[in-house]
């Protein structure tokens, strides 16, 4: 069984741990966060507009089939 004091020791160093690699993370400044949230925007807008055809579509011809 693992003491308490152990337990500490193991949680303390997995913070030290994040910490550093945190530390290694680059973060976007404010014009490639707007880029990048954009370009996500504009693929959510045509997935959905092309799942939404498709559906259209498909519904169209199971009707016309009359299934």
């Known amino acids: 069984?693992?003491?308490?004091?152990?337990?500490m020791k193991k949680l303390r160093e997995f913070f030290d741990s994040v910490k550093k690699?945190?530390?290694k993370v680059r973060w976007p400044n404010k014009k490639e966060l707007m880029t990048y949230s954009i370009?996500?925007?504009a693929f959510i807008l045509i997935f959905a507009l092309f799942f939404?055809?498709?559906?259209?579509?498909?519904?169209?011809?199971?009707?016309?089939?009359?299934?």
């Open 21 to 23: 690699e945190m530390n």
């Open 52 to 67: 939404t055809g498709t559906d259209f579509i498909l519904a169209t011809i199971k009707t016309l089939l009359g299934k």
């Open 39 to 41: 370009a996500t925007l």
């Open 1 to 7: 069984m693992i003491k308490v004091g152990e337990k």
